[in-house]
């Protein structure tokens, strides 16, 4: 299966950007729906957004407008821009492919 490695977390204030990257290794990232998580300190690991195949979007109301995700398959790549960021976006942003999980970029929004 395919190894995941995200990029890009780090420390931001609020109503700043981040741009998360996900890049996959050891076989394609077009095989499954493609997807971002996030999970706080003892907190469930929540969804954030999708992509499946076709190109189709989901994402979760807590972002919705603000966070957008897009694949390069020629890169084989996922992305996640995050605009106007908020204190409680602060959490570890984790990509998702099938059972492949990467592990993990922090990231943290200051007020």
């Known amino acids: 299966q395919v190894q995941l490695v995200e990029s890009g977390g780090g420390l931001v204030q609020a109503g700043g950007s981040l741009r998360l990257s996900c890049a996959g290794s050891?076989?394609?990232?077009?095989?499954?729906?493609l997807g971002w998580y996030r999970q706080g300190p003892v907190k469930e690991r929540e969804f954030v957004a999708s992509i499946t195949r076709s190109g189709y979007t989901y994402y979760a109301d807590a972002v919705k407008g603000r966070f957008t995700i897009s694949r390069d398959s020629a890169k084989n790549m996922v992305n996640l821009q995050m605009n106007s960021l908020k204190p409680e976006d602060t959490a570890i942003y984790f990509c998702?492919?099938?059972?492949?999980w990467g592990q993990g970029t922090q990231v943290t929004v200051s007020t």
């Open positions: 998702n492919h099938g059972h492949s």
């Open positions: 050891g076989g394609s990232v077009s095989a499954y729906v």
